[in-house]
């Protein structure tokens, strides 16, 4: 398996820290409004990254933040009038829905900046202490040119950055030693949230944050660190000045980044006019087609939204279910159950669709032609299964199917939900069935409502049902 890595600027064979574990630290959103689009693309692209690792049979430990304290959440807080703790919680909240919805599993942990402040102090004051930063009136900045290989993710030279371009300048920069020295810690301000630390009653900067969560949940030296390309400098740059400095170590062995999404051709922005929510698209489009959408371009090439393009790929999804629910249709009225000795060498046939998935899985994630290898397979599904099939065959395709869709998180077996007055009806009927002392029957429908996802409670004050 090889994987495209920033620092090196080439694919490489993929050889993790402990054999047969992946430690993985995705960079979350900042919780201050709705995800938009942009925000979903590495959601996506490194939930898919995990699910072929675990198909591959990896154990990962999948770790992505959520940034709980910012400038823009205590903005937004200001505004409305009530704490920035309400705001960020109101949209992790929201967050977690949108991520359902894209079917992003969650993270083995999400950890919140808030709760992890103990570890920024104790690594802020570890830099201190070996050199690598310093306190000046109450602020903690880093040492930028103390870190020799600082520019080695973004090759940057730090003269350039000097000179022009996009600098490190934060606030206070009178203070600092050098301009490109970059806050660790900071002073509250009049209405801000603020921890204690040694320094003064503030919180920290932004860099050090996922540098403190990583090593808590991660340890000292993870395989792959990923998040939008956007993210390279400074923060990733810095969290590996902060990681290596404070940990003598190499801190992450391998750095994925996704590229930009594009808006009809521009870049989204709200002065454009063409910003977008996931909450948004979730009113036009099930969040399925999203996925499939993003997945239909190699996540490090730029990609373009537009209504057309979404169109198309609910076409393609619908395409790939359809193939599914008839294997189920045929399956209802299959009159053999056991594969004939030609549906198991038209079975073997089908392998050859899972080698080409593989393949290009293991070409640095290429979900665009992992994608195609699902439409041959489609394609092969539709020529060689009938209402001849057998059950076995029908129900060994769909497995084959729903296995590679999975890995992309796409969901083709779609289980049909009842409606009220349908599990009512299967309610009503049962009770009667128990009268007449048909517990067979009772049973049977018990049954039903249970491959729908209803389960049946019996109270005193009669049956009470829930969803799974």
């Known amino acids: 398996m090889k994987l495209f890595n920033t620092l090196t600027r080439k694919k490489e064979e993929f050889v993790p820290v402990e054999e047969g574990k992946v430690k993985m630290y995705v960079c979350g959103p900042t919780v201050y409004n709705f995800i938009h689009i942009g925000n979903a693309r590495p959601m996506i692209v490194f939930d898919t990254v995990r699910r072929y690792f675990e198909y591959k049979g990896f154990d990962v430990n999948y770790v992505s933040n959520f940034t709980d304290v910012d400038d823009k959440i205590i903005k937004k807080a200001i505004e409305e009038g009530v704490s920035a703790d309400e705001i960020s919680k109101r949209y992790i909240k929201e ?12 993270a083995t942990k999400h950890p919140l900046a808030t709760e992890e402040i103990c570890g920024m102090v104790e690594m802020i004051g570890s830099l201190i202490e070996k050199g690598y930063a310093y306190e000046k009136n109450g602020t903690v900045y880093f040492r930028t040119r103390s870190f020799k290989d600082y520019g080695k993710l973004s090759h940057k030279n730090l003269d350039d950055l000097r000179t022009g371009e996009r600098s490190l300048l934060v606030t206070g920069e009178d203070e600092k030693e050098d301009p490109l020295d970059f806050v660790l810690w900071k002073p509250k301000k009049e209405g801000e949230p603020a921890w204690d630390s040694p320094w003064s009653d503030g919180r920290p900067g932004w860099h050090i944050e996922c540098s403190v969560m990583s090593r808590k949940y991660l ?208 309610i009503a009927e049962r009770q009667a069935a128990r009268k007449e002392k048909n517990f067979a029957r ?27």
């Open 95 to 106: 967050c977690k829905k949108d991520m359902e919805g894209m079917n992003v599993k969650p």
């Open 219 to 426: 340890g000292e030296q993870i395989d792959i660190h990923a998040g939008g390309e956007d993210l390279v400098f400074p923060h990733h740059e810095n969290e590996i000045a902060q990681s290596e400095a404070a940990n003598g170590k190499e801190f992450a062995k391998y750095w994925m980044h996704n590229a930009f999404l594009n808006i009809d051709n521009h870049k989204m922005s709200k002065s454009l006019g063409n910003f977008r929510t996931v909450r948004e698209i979730s009113e036009q489009y099930d969040l399925q087609v999203l996925r499939f959408f993003m997945l239909s371009a190699h996540y490090r090439s730029p990609l373009n939204f537009s209504a057309d393009l979404m169109e198309a790929s609910r076409n393609g999804l619908e395409r790939i279910v359809n193939a599914a629910g008839n294997l189920k249709f045929l399956m209802g009225s299959a009159k053999s159950e056991e594969m004939t000795a030609q549906e198991r060498e038209a079975f073997a046939g089908s392998e050859e669709f899972v080698k080409g998935f593989e393949a290009a899985m293991d070409d640095d994630f290429n979900t665009a032609d992992a994608v195609a290898a699902v439409f041959e397979l489609v394609k092969y599904i539709n020529t060689t299964a009938d209402a001849h099939s057998s059950r076995a065959y029908l129900q060994a395709l769909l497995s084959r199917l729903v296995k590679l869709t999975d890995v992309l998180g796409l969901i083709v077996d779609k289980k049909e939900d009842m409606l009220e007055e349908e599990i009512e009806k299967l």
């Open 442 to 468: 009772a049973d049977e429908i018990r049954g039903t409502l249970l491959e729908k996802g209803i389960i049946l409670e019996d109270t005193r004050e009669g049956v009470k049902w829930k969803k799974a």
